[in-house]
């Protein structure tokens, strides 16, 4: 099973801020790498696949990079709406897809 | 734009079997892989597994033994069962898709959830 491992668990931020989430592979997932954004009571919404590339309607300010173990997503300016919580999954080696365990965006 | 809606007893016994539905709309569930995904209360993401509309499936080994999946293409759903539950699957059951015909990749869009809980 390939472990993901994501840090900081909780980062603080303030709005206009740049921020940068990581996610680390117990082994190389090439770029088979998506990203997710959870909001409480809410189900995660895809951001980033492929590593890099933004799904439909993602911002600009969202953007994903790495490849092999090191993985890192960035909001280059946070918005109000950008604190919660961020998972990262890899889907090279499944059975089975796994899930980091989530960083959370909180205001500082 | 595909819709998914998970459906279920709120609350099973210990022991018992966990039974959820998740229903398809806005487009037709054939050709497609179709997943559930549970987050216990405060924790993250665990992948049950996939069933695809012709029937094949596949699991998370630590969960193998007790997934039972299904689907019903002219109903446009499937289903989860999950056996001899406790206390530890208690959780937020999602159901989810990669929205390309063929594929088991990333997961969008998704069900919106629904809490199940294992107490007697």
């Known amino acids: 099973e390939v472990v993901m491992t994501q840090s900081p668990a909780t980062l603080s931020g303030s709005p206009g801020e740049r921020a940068t989430l990581s996610c680390r592979a117990s082994?190389?997932?090439?770029?088979?790498l998506a990203w997710y954004q959870q909001k409480p009571g809410q189900a995660p919404r895809l951001l980033i696949y492929?590593?890099?590339t933004r799904a439909t309607g993602i911002p600009a300010r969202f953007s994903g990079s790495g490849s092999g173990t090191e993985f890192t997503l960035t909001i280059s300016s946070l918005q109000s709406e950008d604190f919660a919580v961020y998972y990262c999954?890899?889907?090279?080696?499944?059975?089975?897809?796994?899930f980091g365990q989530g960083t959370r965006l909180e205001i500082k | 734009q595909v819709q998914l809606q998970e459906s279920g007893p709120g609350l099973v016994k210990p022991s018992e079997t966990l039974s959820l539905t998740c229903t398809v709309s806005?487009?037709?569930?054939?050709?497609?892989?179709w997943s559930w995904i549970r987050q216990p209360p405060g924790k993250g993401l665990e992948w049950i597994g996939y069933?695809?509309?012709?029937?094949?499936?596949n699991s998370n080994p630590s969960l193998k033994s007790r997934v039972i999946m299904s689907v019903d293409t002219s109903k446009n759903q499937f289903s989860l069962k999950l056996t001899s539950v406790t206390a530890a699957d208690t959780a937020v059951y999602y159901c989810?898709?990669?929205?390309?015909?063929?594929?088991?990749?990333?997961?969008?869009?998704w069900g919106q959830g629904t809490l199940v809980t294992v107490s007697s």
């Open positions: 806005g487009g037709s569930i054939r050709g497609y892989y």
């Open positions: 989810a898709t990669d929205r390309r015909p063929g594929y088991f990749n990333w997961f969008d869009p």
């Open positions: 082994q190389s997932v090439s770029s088979n």
């Open positions: 492929g590593a890099s």
């Open positions: 069933i695809s509309s012709s029937g094949s499936t």
């Open positions: 999954q890899q889907y090279n080696n499944w059975p089975p897809i796994t």
